[in-house]
């Protein structure tokens, strides 16, 4: 039930900063939770930018671990 409600809190910050990466042409879907690390597919405008991993690290992951303490970490899957 815990990973559950992990999972739940996790949709619910995708769906807070989706908005900003539709709004420059990407998309986030969340893939899945796993011993803390938390997978999501970055797709659209995303895929192809110079700056995917800052967005990932500097935006994405900053604002999942800072809602979900669980998640140490989050990993784009190709």
Do not use: H, W
Request: with cysteine.
């Amino acid at each position: 039930m815990q990973e559950e409600d992990v999972i739940i809190r996790i949709k619910s910050v995708i769906e807070k900063i989706k908005p900003f990466l539709i709004s420059d042409g990407g998309f986030i879907d969340f893939v899945k939770f796993e011993d803390g690390i938390c997978y999501v597919k970055l797709s659209g405008a995303c895929a192809n930018c110079n700056l995917i991993e800052v967005t990932l690290k500097d935006g994405i992951e900053m604002a999942i671990t800072s809602e979900v303490p669980e998640v140490v970490e989050v990993r784009n899957v190709e």
